[in-house]
């Protein structure tokens, strides 16, 4: 079975940036390359919300309004890594944030909103940011 981890969550001040990481772990063999991805958050006290995702095997790509801008998703074939750039962070970006993959969606496309699809999570990785 899948499993992800993800790395790079810490405290950072307004304004400052972090980029977070995740790959696969346990079984060896699974990639991420032809799989949609993507990263969740959730605040204290909110709900989840999609932050961004990367369809399977393409270019597509979506954001949250919220983050559009600021954040970058990106995907690098030989590490078996995916990527969230978070820059001009803001203390309302502050949460847990997961590492998702597996949707079972339109191929090539990927959810954001329909986070929920999402089969494997990572245990999270938690993202403060001081103001």
């Known amino acids: 079975q899948m499993q992800l981890v993800e790395f790079g969550g810490g405290l950072v001040q307004s304004g400052g940036s972090l980029r977070l990481s995740c790959t696969t772990s346990?079984?060896?063999?699974?990639?991420?390359?032809?799989?949609?991805v993507g990263w969740i958050r959730q605040a204290p006290g909110k709900e989840r919300e999609g932050v961004s995702c990367?369809?399977?095997?393409?270019?597509?790509?979506d954001y949250a309004d919220s983050v559009r801008g600021r954040f970058i998703i990106s995907r690098d074939n030989a590490k078996n890594t995916v990527y969230l750039q978070m820059n001009n962070l803001k203390p309302e970006d502050t949460g847990v944030y997961y590492c998702v993959a597996d949707p079972g969606w339109t191929p090539g496309a990927c959810p954001l909103i329909e986070w929920a699809r999402y089969h494997t999570w990572g245990p999270g990785t938690q993202v403060t940011v001081s103001s």
């Open positions: 990367l369809g399977g095997g393409t270019n597509y790509i």
């Open positions: 346990g079984t060896s063999g699974f990639t991420l390359d032809r799989r949609a």
